[in-house]
């Protein structure tokens, strides 16, 4: 039977979220899937366009795969995800590397496309649609403590440096039903936190409801869940979102607010429609009404134009914020975009200087505002064994930090403990004594 898939994913969250769509939609057509590329019948690559460099990284192993169709010609060999609506003519027709090209829009019918591969020809889907939302369709998970649930998607931002509209099509919801209809089915299987997903999660809408009333309705299914979500842009983050995260205590006190740039001549050439003024408002704001609460951010170094003074405003803005966690990245021009017709006048080494600059700064404030920890209790959802030892364990707090703790024969994964910080370096926290916690609590209850 030529029925084994093996999936390999790429980018972002959305992008684990659409695979495990995939598995579920193949495997209800009788397919099996594999995690041993050598016994794959069908191998699928879901795909990010977001930088230059992730695309390279699935050129290089297209590379690699093709050994694979050497030795075993039959094999079917498809991209998936948003590198399938920017390159179909590039990967089909020119370089002719693989057999099947279908974007995040185009699932259901990837069986039929597979077919098609089989029987010689090309699959190729690519249409976008204004209304997929795969609501009916149940993703295939292993069982495990953690899922991502897409709540909307596509973009309608435009940002002149992304892709992403361009890959993943007009933003669309999901119905607050089926998505709480899904958190009480991860509820009875034993997950104990979802996070819930879209490019701007702040944009859902279900008729009258909006994301706030959907984090609402989610914390509400399981008060021993935790609810995470990700990404919110800061134009459109609201009160009532704000105060939807401090009434429920499991909803984690953690907010990705991508800066992208501390200039705001910078932000408006990229269309980001806020000012840091604003942006430090909001941050303000949610501090005072989230006991505790701590962002991560996204940053890009070197966009068009960018200046000394512009980087400095940037490193600014990190100071003043304080984040937990940041991702930085170099910009990267993609054809189709606003800022792909500007010119990328940051010389590359420049670019380089002033992410180093960026990451080093960050580190140093991971590791501050870790290190002011020490001495306090935190709350933490028990993960396993740590990578690195039996005898120590691994969860992580509310604010979405790695705690390392001995191992207690009387903890398993799921169990929610009092962790008191002992040591910590920038990316982790250590912990000695730790008491089990019966139940999410109110935190002011638990952390006496
Ligand atoms: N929807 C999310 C994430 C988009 S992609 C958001 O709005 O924040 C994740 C991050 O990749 C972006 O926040 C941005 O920092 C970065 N990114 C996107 N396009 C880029 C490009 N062309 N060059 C460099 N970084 C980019
Ligand atoms: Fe891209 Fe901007 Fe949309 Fe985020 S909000 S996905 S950065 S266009
Ligand atoms: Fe990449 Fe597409 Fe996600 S471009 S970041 S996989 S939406």
Redesign the pocket.
């Not at 440096?161 to 992403?164: D, G, T």
């Not at 990245?329 to 993609?334: E, I, L």
């Given at each position: 039977m030529d029925n084994n898939i093996y999936i390999e994913t790429y980018g972002?969250q959305m992008n684990v979220a659409d695979s495990e769509l995939v598995m579920g939609i193949l495997q209800n057509k009788g397919y099996n899937i594999t995690g041993n590329i050598k016994d794959a019948d069908v191998i699928l690559l879901n795909t990010c366009s977001?930088?230059e460099n992730a695309e390279q990284r699935i050129y290089g192993r297209l590379g690699n795969l093709k050994k694979i169709k050497e030795i075993k010609p039959a094999t079917v060999i498809g991209i998936l995800g948003c590198m399938a609506e920017r390159l179909r003519k590039d990967l089909i027709e020119d370089k002719k590397m693989v057999d099947l090209v279908v974007g995040p829009d185009e699932y259901r019918r990837l069986p039929e496309f597979i077919d098609t591969a089989f029987a010689g020809e090309k699959g190729i889907g690519v249409k976008l649609s204004r209304t997929e939302t795969y609501d009916d369709i149940i993703p295939f998970r292993e069982d495990g403590l953690s899922a991502w649930i897409s709540v909307m998607r596509g973009?309608d931002?435009f940002?002149t440096?992304?892709?992403?509209p361009f890959t993943r099509g007009r933003e669309r919801s999901r119905t607050l039903e089926s998505v709480v209809d899904e958190i009480k089915i991860l509820s009875q299987k034993g997950f104990r936190e979802v996070t819930l997903l879209g490019?701007?999660v702040n944009s859902y809408k279900d008729g009258n409801n909006d994301f706030a009333d959907l984090l609402a309705a989610s914390a509400k299914v399981d008060g021993h869940m935790r609810i995470r979500f990700t990404?919110s842009?800061p134009q459109d983050i609201s009160d009532k979102l704000i105060c939807a995260i401090a009434e429920h205590n499991n909803i984690c006190n953690y907010i990705h607010l991508?800066v992208?740039s501390g200039s705001d001549r910078i932000l408006k050439l990229m269309n980001r429609t806020y000012t840091i003024d604003h942006y430090l408002k909001i941050i303000e704001k949610a501090r005072t009404i989230i006991n505790g609460v701590s962002f991560s951010t996204?940053?890009?170094s070197g966009f068009p134009t960018e200046t000394f003074e512009d980087h400095v405003m940037t490193l600014d803005v990190m100071q003043q914020v304080k984040y937990d966690g940041a991702?930085m990245?170099?910009?990267?021009?993609?054809e189709g975009?606003k800022?792909f017709k500007m010119d990328d006048d940051v010389p590359d080494e420049t670019k380089t200087k002033r992410l180093n600059e960026i990451i080093d700064l960050q580190h140093q404030i991971s590791f501050e505002l870790n290190q002011n920890l020490i001495g306090t209790k935190e709350l933490v959802l028990v993960e396993g064994f740590s990578r690195k030892s039996d005898d120590f364990m691994a969860g992580r707090t509310d604010t979405n930090k790695v705690v390392i703790f001995p191992a207690d024969e009387k903890l398993k994964r799921g169990d929610y403990i009092n962790a008191e910080i002992i040591r910590a370096t920038s990316a982790t926290l250590f912990a000695d004594t730790v008491e089990p916690v019966d139940a999410v609590k109110t935190k002011e209850e638990i952390i006496i």
């Open positions: 972002c977001v930088r973009c931002k940002c440096f992304c892709v992403v490019q701007n990404t842009h991508p992208q996204d940053i890009i991702y990245f170099k910009y990267s021009p993609r975009t800022a």
